[in-house]
């Protein structure tokens, strides 16, 4: 019982403080534009490079 409260209780403080970060507003996350399942929009708040090159070959190819 020892080492679920223990586990429980780590899980809880990790939520928190992921909870304390978003109310403080930090930045978007960097790396991918939104990935796979995220339909082709980006939710980047600047494109990288990667993905203003696969845009341009969308709109090329169309």
């Given amino acids: 019982m020892t ?3 223990t586990t429980f209780l780590i899980i809880a403080v ?3 403080m ?3 970060g ?3 507003g930090r930045g978007a ?8 399942n ?3 929009e980006c939710i980047c708040t600047k ?3 990667k993905r203003r090159k696969l845009e ?3 709109v090329q190819g169309d």
């Fill in 3 to 5: 080492l679920f409260l």
């Fill in 14 to 16: 990790v939520i928190a």
């Fill in 18 to 20: 992921m909870a304390v």
């Fill in 22 to 24: 978003v109310m403080f």
């Fill in 29 to 36: 996350i960097k790396g991918s534009c939104g990935g796979v």
């Fill in 38 to 40: 995220n339909g082709g």
């Fill in 47 to 49: 494109k990288c490079e």
């Fill in 56 to 58: 341009e070959a969308m």
